[in-house]
């Protein structure tokens, strides 16, 4: 009964492949987002998506797109890898019923990438 | 911008006894919201308390409790009868209630003698 999850939990990969990283929650809740976690443990917002809808899109490289089929699935995918990329990412929801959401953001368990 | 700062990086504390974690930060926004989140070793970012800015009352979780000074800026974590399970990596984090946006701090991390 995972509240966040996420998949795969570890992903290894060449310079300049395609992955996607899955996420899905089953709170029940509108707000959903994508959170880059650096090596040195700094955790930083790169998307938020509010029933479908991209809401918050931070500075991040074309090369990342977020996709959500339903609110209760939000996948990362990231085209062209870089040795940067290498990182953990963290999935997160809200219950956010409307665009701006105030409520306590859970999180997944993070997948670890790392690009050779 | 907001900012979130956790200026040590490392505590240590005995078991049994009291550490009080220290957090400020800069917002420009009357509507925010302030967080403690613990990060284990297993990585899992888990929630440990949550108070908003424009309650008085200090809010508390058990053994884990804040001191907000609004004023300072000022947002500390106080945990009481330290647990081995306790030691982790602490964030801080501020959430802007006008665009959801969620700052973090670095982190610090608190070790925990037996």
Known sequence: DTAVSQTPKYLVTQMGNDKSIKCEQNLGHDTMYWYKQDSKKFLKIMFSYNNKELIINETVPNRFSPKSPDKAHLNLHINSLELGDSAVYFCASSLGRTSISTDTQYFGPGTRLTVL | ?114
């Not at chain 2, 504390?13 to 930060?25: F, G, I, P």
């Not at chain 2, 330290?82 to 602490?90: I, P, R, T, V």
């Open chain 2, 1 to 114: 911008a907001q900012t979130v700062t956790q200026s040590q990086p490392e505590m240590s504390v005995q078991e049994a006894e009291t550490v009080t974690l220290s957090c400020t930060y800069d917002t420009s926004e009357s509507d925010y919201y302030l967080f403690w989140y613990k990060q284990p070793p297993s990585r899992q970012m888990i929630l440990v308390i949550r108070q908003e800015a424009y309650k008085q009352q200090n809010a508390t979780e058990n053994r884990f409790s804040v001191n907000f000074q609004k004023a300072a800026k000022s947002f500390s974590l106080k945990i009481s009868d330290s647990q081995l399970g306790d030691a982790a990596m602490y964030f801080c984090a501020c959430l802007n209630g006008a665009n959801s946006k969620l700052t973090f701090g670095k982190g610090i991390t608190l070790s925990v003698r037996p």
